[in-house]
């Protein structure tokens, strides 16, 4: 009898986490991160582990999926299996202070690793049960959609917020990253590189997504033209810095957060050296004419206004 996905997952967790000699992520604070100027600027730059809140962050929990909320990082937790718990998550900021307190999300989420914020509410994946659920930011059910046949393993969620679409990575060794409409209609998958991907974040600044694989412990990044997904570089991640293969990643300006394990911390990375697709017609801001959203007078004037 095959060990359902999600207690395979939560277990590798716990084990990771009991292996490693370390404090826990909340036994102490984190040092200061530097600015960008003063982190050398080269891509992937490791500046340091951002401490989770406790509470609600504690021994017995696992907090896997990242998101940016408005400038703060939404975190999921899940319980150590052996203690039983709705999972739960929250908003805390960049200096890991808890902006949002926990709460519990709906009863049909059992599993949740990957998490999305989009303008309907919070989009979770259930690697339980094979499911993208949304949910209130009070926790509350919305609706719900199944990611099979494409992969019974979803691990991140990312929401687009030009084309609405949600992008969800498969974690049983598809490959790709999938396409849906928050309705829940497939559109297409999209081949990437590496052997075990995890975590998906959408950079705004960018117009790009990051994609951490925990298989050969690299942030990949990737730009993305509506047909294909195109690696453009990539950096090591969780493992060569002391920590167990990660989990979520978000993205905030020019910092990259990354869920290590063993011990827990979103681990932080400078990217302000990055490739950009800023020109990209899905780029948030963009027309498809290619002008930035608030230049008016070229907008007007391209579509044959005075």
Known sequence: MRMPAFLISALCLVVAWSVKAQPMANDAAPAPLPSASESGNELGTFLGRLNYPDPPVGPDDLPAGLD???????????????????????????????????????????????????????????????????????????RSFSTVPQTDSPEGIEFHPVTGSLFVVGGNGENQVFEYEPDGTFVAGFPINGVNQDGIAFDAERCSFWIYDSGTDRVRHYFFDGTAMTEQENFPGTSINGFSNGEGVAVIGDRLYAAGTGPFAALVFDISAASSDAGNPLCPGVFADGFETGDLSAWSTSVGGS
Do not use: C, H, Y
Not at 80 to 85: F, G, I, R, S, Y
Not at 92 to 106: I, K, N, Q, Y
């Open 68 to 142: 940016n909320f408005k400038g703060n990082l939404l975190v999921t937790k899940l319980r150590n299996v052996t203690e039983p718990q709705d999972p739960e998550f929250f908003v805390m900021d960049a200096a890991g202070t808890l902006v949002r307190p926990a709460v519990e999300t709906s009863p049909i989420t059992t599993g949740p690793l990957g998490v999305a914020d989009s303008p309907e509410g919070i989009w979770l994946t259930d690697l339980a049960d094979g499911l993208a659920v949304l949910n209130t930011l009070d926790g509350d059910f919305v």
